[in-house]
C-alpha cells in the first residue's frame, strides 16, 4: 500500500505536479488512515473466529446434556451402592 503511494508520489514529483513535502506528507497521512483500518479489520476477524468457537461450545453442551440417564430422586434414602 505505501510502496503504491511512495510510487505515485514519485512520479508527480517528478512531474511537477507535487512537491516532496507534500508527497511525505500524503504518506504520513495514509499511514493514520490505514493503520486504524487495518486494526479493525483484525479484530472483527478475531470477533468471527470467537463467535464460532461458542456456537460450537453451546451444541457440543447442549449434545451431552441430553444424555443424562440417570434416575430422579426427590429425596436421599440409605446409601450409595454400586
Do not use: H
Request: hydrophobic letters at 45%; aromatic letters at 10%.
Amino acid at each position: 500500500m505505501f510502496f503504491t503511494a511512495i510510487g505515485l508520489g514519485t512520479y508527480f514529483v517528478i512531474k511537477g505536479k507535487l512537491t516532496v513535502g507534500a508527497m511525505i506528507s500524503t504518506v504520513q497521512l495514509m499511514d493514520n488512515i490505514v493503520g486504524p483500518l487495518v486494526i479493525v479489520s483484525t479484530r472483527l476477524k478475531k470477533v468471527k473466529a470467537v463467535k464460532l468457537i461458542g456456537e460450537k461450545l453451546v451444541k457440543f453442551a447442549y449434545k451431552n446434556q441430553n444424555c443424562d440417564s440417570g434416575i430422579d430422586k426427590l429425596s436421599f434414602e440409605g446409601g450409595i451402592t454400586f
